[in-house]
C-alpha cells in the first residue's frame, strides 16, 4: 500500500478551503485541493496523510460511496455532518485552532499506524519475513519496527531471551535496507576471547604481537558498505566498550598495531540477551556506548508469549528441514496442542531442534502427543496398540521356528525332532515353548520385564499380556 504524505481537501474551492490550507501548511503539512471528480479516482492503495471533506458542496450518497471505498483512509469533516464510519476521525470545528487541529491529525498519524493490512510490500520482502513468521501482535509489530528502521541507516539494539531470532531480525533489516548489495558480518562478543577481540573487530598489521604473521582485515573492514551484527555485545569486556564507542562516534579505526586511521562506513545492528540497563548499574556496561547502540530498539517476544505462532512456525520449520533433503514430518491436532502448552525455555531454536529431532526419528510419519519427547506431553492422549489374535501369534511363532534365519533351540529332552506317530497338540507344544523361553529370560535378566522383553525382540505390553494368558509372574 502506498502512502502519500499530502492532506486532501475535497470539496469545491471557497474561501473556507483557503483558510483551513493557509492553517495546514503553517504548521508544515503538504495540502492540496481536490474536487468530486478527481477523489472518484482514488482507490484503496493509495492512502494519503488525511482526507478532509468539505461536506456543504457534496452530495451525501456520492459521500456514502466515497467513504465504504475507502476503508482504510483517516477522514476528517471540516463542518458537521450525519455520516459515520470507522475511518470518520473527527469534526474540524471553526474558529480554527492549533490543538484543534494538531490532535486531530495526530488521530490521523495512530489510524494509519493501526488499521493498516498486514500486506507485504515487496517479493524480497515475503521472502524474508517466513523467517519472523506469525499472526501474534509481538512479531508483527516486530515486522512493522524492522521496515520503518530498515532503510534509515539508524544503529539498532535487538533484545530479547536466547533463542527468539535476534540475528534473523538483523539479516531483516540488512537485506530490506540499502545496503543490500553489501556484505552482512556477523560477531558473536561472547565467543571469542577478550584478547583477541580488538583483532578481530579492528584487524592487525603484520609483527603487532606474537603470531601475527601476516597482516589481517578485521570485521569492520570486512562489513564496508555492509552491515556488521554484533551479537551477545552484554559480554563484550569493558575495555573494549571504550574502542567500540569510539569508532561508533567518530566512524575511524585503527588496526592492532597500526597508526593509520580507517573509514568504517557500516552500519551495526547489536543484540543481547542480557538486561544492559542493569549491567550498567553494576558498573559491568558503559551508559554511553548503552545509549549510542539503543537508537532504536527491537525487543523480540519469548515463544511463550506468541504460542499460537506454534502452528505457523511448526509448518515453516518443516517446510525447511525438508528442504535441506532431512525429510518431512506432520504433527497431529493433539501433539501440536500439547506443544503449545510447553514453557519453551529455549524459544523458537528450542523448537526448530525438536522438529529436526522428530524428523530423524519418525521420517514421513505423523506425530501425535506419545511420539514427542516425555516433558514436551503436555496432555493426555489415549495410546493406540494393535491387539493382535491368538492364531496369529501362533502362526508368527511357527513362522519363526521354522525360518531359515537362525532357529531358535528347542531342547531335545522336551520337544519332539520329528512328528510322532501319534501326533502331537500342536498348540499346547507352542504354549509350552513360549512359557519355557520367557522364564528363560526373566531368569537371565534378574525378573526385570523390560530387558525379558527386549531379549525376546517383543514389546514389553506383549510380555506383560502373554504373561497373563499364562499365569504367570515374575516370582
Known amino acids: 500500500m502506498q502512502t502519500d504524505q499530502r492532506i486532501l481537501l ?18 508544515g503539512e503538504q495540502v492540496d485541493v481536490i474536487t468530486a471528480d478527481v477523489a472518484e479516482r482514488l482507490t484503496p492503495e493509495l492512502r494519503c496523510r488525511a482526507l478532509v471533506i468539505l461536506p456543504e458542496s457534496l452530495d451525501e450518497s456520492w459521500l456514502n460511496s466515497l467513504i465504504g471505498r475507502l476503508p482504510w483512509q483517516p477522514i476528517l469533516s471540516y463542518g458537521k455532518f450525519d455520516l459515520t464510519a ?15 487541529v494538531t490532535e486531530l491529525l495526530h488521530y490521523c498519524q495512530v489510524f494509519g499506524q493501526i488499521k ?16 519472523l513468521v506469525g499472526r501474534s501482535d509481538g512479531i508483527a509489530h ?12 539508524a544503529t539498532v539494539l535487538v533484545t530479547g531471551p536466547s533463542g527468539t531470532g535476534k540475528e534473523v531480525v538483523a539479516r531483516n533489516i540488512h537485506y530490506l535496507s540499502d545496503r543490500r548489495d553489501g556484505p552482512f558480518i556477523p560477531v558473536n562478543c561472547g565467543a571469542i576471547p577478550p584478547e583477541l577481540l580488538e583483532s578481530e573487530l579492528f584487524g592487525h598489521e603484520k609483527g603487532s604481537f606474537t603470531g601475527a604473521i601476516s597482516a589481517r582485515k578485521g570485521r569492520f ?24 564507542l569510539r ?57 511463550t508469549e506468541r504460542k499460537d505462532d506454534i502452528p505457523l512456525l511448526l509448518q515453516e520449520l518443516v517446510s525447511r528441514v525438508f528442504n535441506e533433503g532431512k525429510g518431512r514430518v506432520r504433527f497431529t491436532q493433539r501433539a501440536i496442542d500439547s506443544l503449545k502448552e510447553h514453557g519453551w525455555a529455549g524459544n523458537v531454536r528450542e523448537l526448530s531442534n525438536l522438529v529436526e529431532r ?3 526419528l519418525y521420517p514421513g510419519g505423523l506425530v501425535d ?40 533351540e528347542i531342547p531335545e529332552t522336551r520337544f519332539p525332532s520329528e512328528l510322532p506317530p501319534e501326533g502331537v497338540n500342536l498348540k499346547d507344544l507352542l504354549a509350552e515353548l513360549e512359557i519355557d523361553m520367557i522364564r528363560q529370560a526373566l531368569d537371565q535378566q534378574d525378573n526385570v520385564v523390560a530387558r525379558a522383553a527386549e531379549m525376546l525382540g517383543i514389546r514389553r505390553t506383549t510380555l506383560v499380556e502373554k504373561m497373563r494368558k499364562y499365569g504367570m509372574s515374575k516370582e
Open 10 to 27: 475535497v470539496g469545491n474551492p471557497s474561501e473556507r478551503s483557503s483558510r483551513l490550507s493557509c492553517v495546514l501548511e503553517f504548521i
Open 86 to 100: 470507522s475511518n470518520i476521525l473527527g469534526n474540524i470545528d471553526e474558529p480554527l485552532s492549533y490543538a484543534q
Open 116 to 131: 493498516r493490512p498486514q500486506v507485504p510490500t515487496s517479493a524480497n520482502q515475503t521472502k524474508l519475513f517466513r523467517s
Open 142 to 153: 516486530v515486522r512493522h519496527l524492522i521496515n520503518q528502521v530498515a532503510e534509515s541507516g
Open 221 to 244: 573492514e570486512l562489513a564496508e558498505g555492509g552491515t556488521l551484527f554484533l551479537d551477545e555485545i552484554g559480554d563484550m569486556p569493558l575495555q573494549m566498550q571504550v574502542k567500540l
Open 247 to 303: 569508532v561508533l562516534q567518530e566512524r575511524v579505526f585503527e588496526r592492532v598495531g597500526g597508526a593509520k586511521a580507517i573509514q568504517a562506513n557500516v552500519r551495526v545492528v547489536a543484540a543481547t540477551h542480557r538486561n544492559l540497563e542493569a549491567m550498567i548499574e553494576a558498573g559491568e556496561f558503559r551508559e554511553d556506548l548503552y545509549y549510542r547502540l539503543n537508537v532504536f530498539p527491537i525487543e523480540m517476544p519469548p515463544l
Open 358 to 360: 522428530l524428523t530423524i
Open 369 to 408: 502427543v506419545n511420539d514427542l519427547p516425555v516433558k514436551y506431553r503436555h496432555i493426555d492422549g489415549p495410546e493406540y496398540s494393535v491387539d493382535v489374535s491368538e492364531e496369529m501369534q501362533e502362526r508368527d511363532a511357527l513362522a519363526s521356528i521354522f525360518s531359515d534365519d537362525e532357529p531358535v
